[in-house]
């Protein structure tokens, strides 16, 4: 199974401090931005959020150029930031490029995953099926993110599995407050079915054309 690494450089206390509050601070910007809590061209602010968290503004103002890094915040009127707007341009490119990024990684994972890593797929799924049933979107959401990150991770492939994490974020945004069938959730576990059958049986054609049909259709 893959293992996230937990080395970094060594910090002073007061640095690892500050890291870690950045840390919560990008954590929760950005699940306020993806669950649509924060809109499109709402302005985000360090002073109000500091005290809402309860921190200093510095850590807010590192989580927040974060953020702007990744593109999910852009520069407004009067140098504030905000929640990036999406054209159907930009659109088409997220989608374009998530599609020619995850094709490779499931004809990698058809190629080299391991077999335990494929059982740990598994369980996500079994998981998500819990979270139809319970009629949980936002447990889903969280573990449709983990599964599609996962296999980018299990395959060898840490620097798509970056990208991805940031073209996901662009695909909440643009789907956020959108209306789904009441069959959504159902239909995108079975989606992931399909991928993980297909790349536990090392047919790369057949799982890419079910990770396609997937974007195509039902994809967070």
Sequence with gaps: MVQQSTEWPPLSAASAASRSLADEAYRFVRREILAGRIAQGDVVAEAPLAQQLGMSKTPVRQA????????????????????????????????????????????????QMA???????RLLLIRQKRAVDARDEEAFIELDEEFHLYMAAASGLPLVERFLNTLRGFVRVMRAGSTRSPGHLEAVYREHVAILDAIEARKPARAVKALRDHLAEHSY
């Design 115 to 121: 077999l335990e890593d494929i059982d740990y797929l």
């Design 64 to 111: 927040l150029q974060a953020l702007h890094r990744e593109g999910l915040l852009e520069a407004g009127p009067r140098r504030q930031l905000i929640v990036r707007g999406i054209s159907e341009e930009h659109k088409r490119e997220v989608h374009d490029v998530r599609e020619a990024l995850e094709s490779l990684v499931v004809r990698r994972a058809c190629a």
